[in-house]
Nanobody, 118 residues
Framework: QVQLVESGGGLVQAGGSLRLSCAASGSIFSINVMGWFRQAPGKQRELVAAITSAGNTNYADSVKGRFTISRDSAKGPVYLQMNSLKREDTAVYLC????????????WGQGTQVTVSS
């Protein structure tokens, strides 16, 4: 089992920055991919960014050039640096993990709220 805890959300003005953190505990060596999702009211959950254990990353088109996913080590916390925030970035941001040998995100955090004001 893996437990994920997000932190770093809050209220920020448009154009500002926030950094989210996701700390994993439990069977962290079973994790292959870590991702950040977001869900806004009335909208589908979407994958914002992901990073593999090898450090490969991918991003949603809507955040490319503004958001950066990173980690200090292969099994360390995962961060989402969000710059040039827009009102449409307002959502609950959730951290999730894909276990080794699986093809979907099986583990989820509780989420952290990000609100961008104009």
């Amino acid at each position: 089992q893996v437990q994920l805890v997000e932190s770093g959300g809050g209220l920020v003005q448009a154009g500002g920055s926030l950094r989210l953190s996701c700390a994993a505990s439990g069977s962290i060596f079973s994790i292959n991919v870590m991702g950040w999702f977001r869900q806004a009211p009335g909208k589908q959950r979407e994958l914002v960014a992901a990073i593999t254990s090898a450090g490969n990353t991918n991003y949603a088109d809507s955040v490319k050039g503004r958001f950066t996913i990173s980690r200090d080590s292969a099994k360390g916390p995962v961060y989402l640096q969000m710059n040039s925030l827009k009102r449409e970035d307002t959502a609950v941001y959730l951290c999730a993990a894909v276990p080794v040998g699986r093809a979907k995100y099986d583990y989820w955090g509780q989420g952290t709220q990000v609100t961008v004001s104009s």
